[in-house]
């Protein structure tokens, strides 16, 4: 009987945890099926994501592990770009992160694909209600956050850049487990903490994973000081810290085998020695503060309308875009919510917003000083934060909304929350319709005589004008009347508090969905899995590696299609878009097994950038100009939409609009050089490998000062010599080559730190031979020689893991049943977080929010002066001039850059930096006229010139003066 009786109580109260816990997964379903619906083509397969580094990175690189994991064995080295590259160190490919191994272990690359980037929109929605319930907000409100930061625009319009919403979807979680962690004492939140962040760095992109480590630890702190505050001992803060501190270093030994070949890695290339320039080289723009309420007032690249300040595929990243409709809760939440919590959202909300600014807000100035922030670029990513903080409050001002107590304190803030968001939304209508209401009553023609556009241009233009903006204006302007109506019924409680719940949770879904309705959009998977025209006209020809030359040429109109930097209109024409893969794009050549000199990637090489002359440019994707190094590298077959290039090239053919063209002097990947000559420093090496009369078959540098360099003569290998490559694995090539006496066999790919050599099955020593490249000294006759990656950081990486992994088991195994951190004290049964803040402590945080948003207007005045610039076409205008101007004049054109300045300049003749460059270009421009014994038209532009730009010709055009000057004396 007392057994049965025990059972019945236990049953009976194990009840309410169930009906707890249904309801709980009740609200997970609702997020997913938020997240369903708007990835609902993504989910059910119809197609795959494409657009931007889908389709120039993630993919192909998640597709080259997943190969390779299939096949067995994890690949650490590719062969394909950039003349062999360390992909896992790279870290982007996220080869060990768990939801891959999982996801690409069960599913073909490209369904995993469509679900690996869902499943992390999903996951930012569930982590952000997990938060939400931790911080004690109720089950509505938790939902309600949870929407609003999923598909909030820092994290939807970086939808192509899928570390970066992997980084941004684990930050709530690791929040939650410092909150209990902190409330509860015990070390199973803690253990999960290192768990959760060694999953963000295995996952993320690297910048991403140092802002949240910022943000957690200014929650840390913050939530100590508060413990302490009321009435907490400093010895268990103190506890708690080093505890903390415990936790995020078993985080980096459980990530040490992809930190350690990361970090070795980026001390190989520019970034890591960018400093404060690389911060500070893209500023925030003053008019992204439109964005908040009209986030496609420069119009949307998605929908072929953008005409920013900054090239198309920057877009995602200058949105502060958070939504309007959570703006009317949020607003209402930091008003009612007088809890700690709340002001913990609301200053480092703050915070996040004015670092975002970047030098128009002066605080990230700060940290571009740092050494490891220094290195990182766009502060408006930082937006992010903001965006959960938004969502936070918007949770708890829909509690205070829907609640009973203070109805008459939530009334009068709900007013205020209305009133705040409706003149904001006027202003930034009123400097909308400032900025561009004249130019929208104007139609195509009146609009081209109006601005100096190309076709394209003036397509884009026309575009934003009437669709883009008008859109997103009565966006704008239904959201609000809705929220203002929305609001005022819920005030006074004529809703039903479950209505008014979906009512709020359908407004921001529509909202936040239908401004980032461009960035869920697919296309046939076909796009991977059928190798295009191009890859198999090259997969025909001889073996050799491709170097793409002026690949991007904005000169040529019809080559805005192609994929990156000049991409317009994804959502508009998927099957257009996607055919631009047909032009084989940066990495996409990985995709089809075809090798490549030049790559995309933000952590290119130092050296390799070295030798094709463009070492400080730290642009992820650069065009590399045509040299006699490209012949050392192996570039056998150049790709240019271009019909003439200089040099000993044999046009082949031409495919997609892409002509193939034989490098005849490109040297095969393995060769024999039998002459080597002592390097005295890579300056010089540089120099002279980049000469044209340089022999690279002949002879090479050795910079090992040990060895002593060969000087056969002749040093050109004999005919019956060779070198052919039998094995090619990536990370283990074999070659069998046969020497008449004494030489190096050279290997045209890139030396790195962990490749090792055998000859004959007896290791050797890998030398550095031409700067780059790696090679090894044979003997006279036949070897059988083997090249291995084998870098030493990943094997101490790999005991690292394994060794933490074990670690993090004993300790959740140890901890299970709740045991408390040692010296850490009990737990906080108090609700330290919900004790209200005073008055004091509010008009601090706004003053200081008042007072760095002053300093970046008073320190970077430059950069405010130029907002009205910013807010209309005309800076798009020149941007586009000087852009085509620059490629005629690489094309040797001068004439034609000339005339495409001269048509802006007249435009826009109070534009200091169009003067200067119209008479550089005019003077390289009399110049060829002269030559070619065209003195009447040289004439002729030497008097445009000086009538629209005389200070700037006597000071920049010495030619042009003269020319004048000669006009002036004939009579």
Request: net charge positive; proline share 5%.
């Amino acid at each position: 009987m007392a057994a049965s009786a025990m059972a019945a109580s236990a049953m009976a109260a194990s009840a309410p945890q169930r009906a707890a816990g249904r309801r709980e997964a009740g609200a997970v379903l609702v997020l997913a099926l938020a997240c369903c619906i708007f990835f609902w083509k993504a989910v059910t397969l119809r197609g795959v994501f494409f657009h931007y580094d889908h389709a120039l990175q993630n993919f192909p690189y998640r597709q080259f592990f997943a190969e390779g994991l299939r096949q067995g064995h994890l690949p650490l080295w590719t062969g394909d770009i950039f003349c062999g590259f360390p992909l896992f160190a790279e870290s982007q490919g996220n080869a060990l992160y768990p939801p891959f191994l999982v996801l690409f272990g069960l599913f073909e690359p490209w369904v995993a694909y469509n679900y690996y980037t869902v499943l992390h929109f999903l996951l930012a929605g569930i982590f952000t209600y997990v938060l939400a319930r931790v911080m004690r907000v109720g089950r509505a409100g938790a939902v309600l956050a949870g929407i609003c930061y999923m598909l909030a625009g820092p994290l939807l319009f970086h939808a192509h850049h899928t570390n970066i919403v992997v980084g941004i979807c684990w930050l709530p979680l690791l929040l939650a487990f410092l909150e209990l962690t902190v409330r509860r004492r015990t070390a199973l939140p803690l253990l999960g903490f290192a768990a959760a962040t060694a999953a963000l760095i295995l996952g993320a992109q690297p910048q991403y994973t140092l802002y949240c480590g910022l943000v957690c630890g200014l929650f840390l702190l913050f939530r100590l000081h508060l413990t302490e505050l009321t009435g907490g001992r400093a010895r268990s803060s103190a506890v708690i810290l080093a505890w903390a501190g415990c936790a995020a270093m078993l985080a980096l030994l459980l990530s040490a085998v992809q930190v350690l070949p990361l970090l070795e890695l980026v001390g190989h290339t520019s970034r890591g020695a960018a400093g404060a320039a690389g911060l500070r080289s893209s500023s925030g723009v003053p008019g992204n503060l439109l964005t908040v309420f009209l986030p496609h007032y420069f119009g949307s690249p998605g929908l072929g309308s953008y005409w920013g300040n900054l090239e198309v595929g920057f877009y995602s990243e200058l949105t502060l875009f958070v939504g309007v409709a959570p703006l009317f809760l949020a607003i209402l939440g930091a008003l009612t919510h007088r809890s700690r919590r709340a002001l913990l959202f609301i200053g480092l909300g703050a915070f996040a917003f004015i670092f975002s600014l970047g030098s128009a807000g002066a605080l990230s100035g700060v940290f571009a000083y740092l050494p490891v922030f220094g290195s990182s670029r766009f502060p408006q990513r930082f937006a992010f934060v903001t965006a959960l903080c938004v969502a936070m409050l918007a949770g708890m001002g829909l509690e205070q909304l829907l609640g009973a107590a203070g109805r008459r304190r939530v009334r009068r803030a709900a007013v205020a929350s209305v009133a705040v968001v409706l003149v904001l939304a006027t202003l930034c209508l009123a400097v909308a319709a400032a900025g561009q209401a004249h130019l929208m009553r104007m139609g195509k023609e009146q609009l081209a005589a109006a601005l100096p556009l190309g076709r394209f241009e003036l397509e884009v233009v026309w575009r934003h004008l009437h669709q883009t903006l008008p859109a997103d204006i009565w966006r704008l302007v239904a959201v609000a009347v809705a929220g203002t109506v929305t609001m005022l019924l819920c005030a006074r409680r004529v809703l039903p508090a479950w209505i008014a719940a979906g009512l709020w949770c359908g407004l921001i879904f529509g909202d936040l969905a239908w401004s980032g309705r461009d960035f869920n959009v697919v296309t046939g998977p076909s796009i991977y899995l059928e190798p295009p025209a191009l890859a198999r006209a090259l997969k025909e020809l001889d073996p050799g590696r491709i170097f793409r030359y002026r690949h991007y040429d904005e000169v040529a109109p019809e080559r805005h299609a192609g994929l990156y930097p000049f991409t317009q209109g994804w959502g508009l024409d998927t099957d257009r878009y996607a055919s631009c893969l047909d032009t084989l794009p940066h990495n996409a050549n990985l995709l089809w097994g075809i090798p490549s000199v030049n790559g995309f990637s933000p952590l290119q090489t130092l050296p390799l950038k070295t030798l094709l002359g463009r070492p400080g440019n730290l642009s992820t994707l650069i065009e590399f100009e045509l040299s006699p190094a490209l012949n050392l590298l192996g570039a056998r077959y150049i790709l240019s939409p271009r019909d003439q290039l200089p040099g000993n090239l044999t046009h082949l053919r031409k495919v997609a609009g892409i002509n193939i063209f034989r490098n005849e002097d490109g040297l095969p990947r393995a060769f024999i050089v039998h002459k080597a000559l002592p390097s005295v420093d890579d300056k010089h090496t540089v120099k002279a490998l980049r000469d044209e009369g340089f022999d690279h078959r002949s002879r090479l540098f050795i910079h090992d000062a040990r060895q002593r360099p060969l000087a056969g003569e002749p040093g050109r290998a004999d005919e019956d010599e060779f070198a052919r490559i039998t094995e090619d694995t990536h990370d283990s090539i074999a070659i069998t080559a046969r020497l008449n006496r004494p030489g190096y066999l050279v290997l045209a790919d890139q030396y790195y730190p962990g490749w090792q050599v055998e000859v004959d099955g007896a290791a050797a020593e890998l030398l550095r031979v031409d700067y780059l490249l790696k090679g090894v000294r044979l003997d006279a006759g036949e070897h059988r020689v083997r090249f291995s990656f084998r870098p030493r950081s990943f094997r101490l990486g790999c005991l690292a893991s394994l060794c933490a992994l074990v670690v993090l088991g004993v300790g959740i195994a140890l901890t299970c049943r709740g045991r408390r951190l040692p010296g850490a004290g009990g737990p906080d049964s108090s609700d330290q977080m919900g004790r209200p803040y005073g008055r004091a402590t509010a008009v601090l945080v706004v003053l200081t929010c008042v007072l760095f948003l002053a300093l970046g207007a008073l320190l970077c005045a430059s950069v405010w002066r130029r907002l009205p610039r910013q807010l209309g076409p005309r800076r798009y205008v020149v941007a586009k001039a000087i852009r085509m101007a620059a490629g005629l004049g690489i094309d040797d054109r001068p004439l034609a850059a000339y005339a495409a300045l001269r048509d802006v300049t007249r435009w826009w003749p109070e534009n200091p930096r169009l003067r200067y460059m119209l008479a550089a270009r005019a003077n390289e421009a009399v110049r060829d006229l002269l030559n070619a014994g065209r003195a009447e038209e040289a004439g002729a532009i030497a008097v445009e010139v000086m009538e629209m730009a005389p200070q700037e010709a006597r000071e920049m055009a010495p030619v042009l003066m003269r020319l004048a000057a000669r006009a002036e004396r004939v009579p």
